[in-house]
């Protein structure tokens, strides 16, 4: 055996494994797909098959139906109204207090900046129980105010990332913008903007994830069924008061990874450039 | 060096304009101020009190505190489930995600696209979708039954769903969360290229092999990066609670109660808001101290290149 052959079959075993173990990886996922296109009496026998013996779309049509008078698309829009406004306001507020925090010098700075750092540590959800007495007093229960207000403030961990991509980019820049008479907002919108768009998008990403999959939020502060978004709903068909439709209840979990799939394959780079650079600069 | 003459030009360069400064971080600190420094305040006020919601809190001094550390069973089966769920999460989560980022390290055909592949759990893991799946997955008559029966590894009988027996509930609920190891892996890969090729070759030169490179190189040369994936994974695999709220709902027999799931119980189940935030209060000090001994005792296993570079 030359070396050459010895070479081929390396490479061989190498990707032999690796698609194995994938395939291992996401059978899961393959799994809920195939289910949702497998009658309701044929999911259950010979469960582990990824092959429906017979192709149907009849969950999806169920599924959709909904709860009571609200099909999916109703709990798809509220998601919609939640998610959009929430990952906007993040995505901008953290930019602007990573500018401040990176190209500005101004009293009690490094105070706020160690506050900001602790957060990102802090167990949030030690701040359940009071957050919730806090917009129970304010009476934004069964709003969506307890999720989109404070995501207009920002968050630590964007802030941390729109920093790193912002300390990257040369002071000269800004600088030589102040000779030419520009003010520190013409900076941020003129010069900053376009060059750490990629961490806003990276920001934006992982802000749709988090809030599209929140399933605790909605949980302490929606009350009304009409309100519910795709994450409470998707819960209500495993309640065993409920009729369990496993059938429908997979074809909706699918649809509800649509938007999550969508959204991986068109910005991947952005979600890999985003965890390596705070990973490591962290 | 050059980064040290960059912050030294910036300082000068930088004139104090406190207005301005203060606008850009402005929501940020108004939302640091009002939705977590008065909550943490709030918090350790009711930890002291008896607070249903509906009444005013009534001032018990430290009676939740000492009711949670002489007379609750629970507390003490959370923190036994919660130490155990860590225990083994972190170390084979980190392990799965360095061992497949050392597949991945050598740039090859479809790496790319193998790369996205491990990743995919991670994106959906989260999701109540997930979730609600992975009941099923191991349901009774899901598929870890038909298969470990068409096998015949298992006899029907024996069939049960594993989320619901007490002893393997917690172990679904850690196989979920070993399956999402694809943001330490990507964070060893980014670590793994930074690693200089001339150390490998060096080392092939002196006639070490692939187990003494791994060892003597690249564990060392990442062991900033492992403590910063250890830290973020133990304080990340403390607070886990919301696949067990869907999965299990702490069940069968609290053998899954994971703390902060204790807490939620506590305070919006029972409505016992004071005794609640004694718990938080618990966690967040516990927080605290663990983050502190991992920041303290790095320096003694975290080796850096150059230590100039760091502070």
Do not use: E, K, Y
């Given at each position: 055996m030359n070396r050459k052959t010895k070479r081929a079959l390396t490479t061989f075993a190498y990707h032999f494994f690796v698609i194995l173990f994938g395939f291992l990886m996401i059978y899961p996922v393959l799994w809920m797909m195939a289910s949702s296109f497998k009658p309701h009496a044929d999911i259950f026998t010979d469960a582990y098959s990824l092959i429906p013996r017979r192709v149907v779309f009849a969950n999806y049509a169920n599924g959709w139906r909904g709860f009571g008078n609200n099909t999916f698309g109703t709990f798809f829009a509220n998601s919609f109204k939640l998610v959009i406004p929430a990952t906007i306001g993040v995505v901008i507020t953290s930019a602007m207090a990573a500018f401040g925090f990176a190209r500005v010098r101004f009293r009690l700075s490094k105070l706020w900046f160690t506050c900001m750092i602790i957060t990102m540590l802090?167990?949030?959800?030690?701040l359940m129980i009071p957050q919730y007495i806090l917009f129970n007093k304010l009476g934004w229960?069964?709003?969506y105010l307890p999720i989109i207000v404070p995501a207009f403030c920002g968050q630590a961990f964007f802030i941390f990332l729109n920093m790193q991509f912002i300390q990257g980019i040369p002071i000269e820049l800004d600088e030589s913008a102040t000779i030419d008479g520009c003010g520190r907002v013409g900076i941020f919108l003129r010069i900053m903007i376009p060059l750490i768009w990629p961490a806003m998008i990276t920001s934006m990403i992982f802000s749709f994830y988090w809030r599209w999959e929140d399933y605790l939020s909605p949980l302490l502060y929606i009350r009304t069924a009409k309100k519910y978004p795709v994450s409470i709903a998707l819960k209500l068909f495993s309640d065993p008061a409920s009729v369990s439709d496993y059938g429908a209840m997979f074809a909706m979990s699918v649809l509800s990874l649509v938007p999550v799939f969508v959204i991986f394959v068109a910005f991947q780079r952005y979600l890999v450039e985003g965890i390596a650079t705070t990973g490591l600069k962290g | 060096m050059p980064q040290k003459t960059l912050t030294r030009r910036r300082k000068r360069s930088l004139e104090t304009n406190n207005i301005a400064g203060y606008l850009f971080i402005g929501p940020w600190l108004i939302g640091f101020i009002v939705f977590t420094i008065v909550p943490i305040a709030m918090s350790l006020y009711y930890s002291f009190t008896n607070y249903d919601l509906i009444g005013s809190p009534t001032w018990v001094g430290f009676q939740n505190y000492i009711t949670i550390f002489t007379n609750d069973v629970r507390f003490y089966k959370a923190v036994n489930v919660t130490v155990t769920y860590v225990l083994i999460y972190v170390p084979l989560r980190l392990a799965f995600a360095l061992f497949v980022a050392m597949l991945f390290r050598v740039p090859r055909r479809g790496v790319s696209v193998y790369r996205a592949v491990y990743y995919i759990p991670s994106v959906v893991g989260g999701s109540v979708a997930v979730a609600v799946m992975w009941k099923q997955l191991f349901g009774r008559n899901g598929v870890l039954n038909s298969f470990l029966l068409a096998i015949g590894a298992m006899a029907p009988a024996a069939a049960r769903s594993w989320t619901t027996t007490p002893s393997t509930a917690l172990g679904t609920l850690i196989v979920l969360a070993v399956w999402q190891f694809g943001s330490p892996m990507l964070i060893f890969l980014a670590g793994l290229k930074q690693i200089p090729a001339q150390l490998y070759e060096a080392a092939a030169i002196d006639g070490a092999g692939p187990i003494a490179q791994f060892f003597r190189i690249t564990i060392p040369s990442l062991s900033s990066v492992i403590f910063f994936n250890f830290l973020m994974q133990t304080i990340s695999g403390f607070l886990s609670f919301t696949q067990a709220l869907l999965?299990?709902?702490?069940?069968p027999m609290d053998r899954t109660l994971f703390y902060v799931l204790y807490i939620y119980l506590k305070g919006f189940?029972?409505?016992e808001m004071g005794y609640a935030s004694a718990l938080a209060w618990i966690m967040l000090l516990f927080m605290a101290l663990l983050t502190g001994i991992i920041f303290k005792t790095s320096n003694y296993w975290v080796f850096y290149e150059s230590k100039g570079a760091n502070k």
């Open positions: 802090l167990p949030m959800q030690v229960t069964d709003t | 999965i299990t709902n702490g069940g189940s029972f409505n």
